[in-house]
């Protein structure tokens, strides 16, 4: 129970904090803490996020790695890879892994949907922000119409706070009940117990910190 207890601050207070130094240090330390206890693929995910939001890109890497060995199945965990390789610059390398997961996705898709859909709907909010900076920082590099690529960013944008709120919806009519780890529906922090966050589970998928960088 100190274990859950850990992770759930540690994921509740990552997800309120604005990037504040001090929060995160203490984030990172019950994610530690939850870690120790039980060594699951879910808080090793929960871990690389904070660190990630902390710059601490090593770390990140270590424990979405150490994720993936855990539970190979962890779209949690290559998620949080193409994160790293999003800050790193590795932008090749992270279009790649996105190519990946819209494949993974699309085979459980029905066959009637549209290619679009399809791919929206295989990808988190949290990958398809990401998209929207790789926009930016490919339009950086010149040899794209700046006008195009600022379309093309609002327009993910636009994408991403859709199935940001298209997500907590499903979650509301669930009654409260998580998305199931593995199929692609949440992001990288997520946390698997049965009931996790209480009363305060709202405010966990609505993630402002998450819609504050949509925003921005």
Known sequence: RAGH????FGILFAR?????????????????RALRLSPSA???????????????LDLATRMFRDAGKANPSSIAALEGMILVQVLEGQIDDAVAQIELLQVMGGESDG????????????LSPEVMLLQAEIVVR????????????????VEQLDKCRDAHLRRLLRWRTSGGGRQEQYAGTQGVT????????????????QNPDFLLQVAM
């Open 138 to 153: 490919e339009s950086k590099k010149g040899g794209s119409d700046q006008v195009s690529s600022v379309n093309r960013h």
């Open 111 to 122: 066959l009637n949907d549209s290619q679009d859909e399809q791919d929206a709907e295989s």
């Open 190 to 205: 997520s946390a698997v117990l049965e009931q996790p966050f209480g009363p305060l589970g709202d405010i966990v998928e």
């Open 5 to 8: 207890l850990n992770s759930e």
């Open 16 to 32: 309120v904090c604005c990037y504040k130094p001090r929060a995160l240090q203490l984030c990172s330390k019950m994610l530690q």
């Open 42 to 56: 879910e808080n090793m995910c929960a871990l690389g996020q904070v660190a990630s939001m902390e710059g601490s």
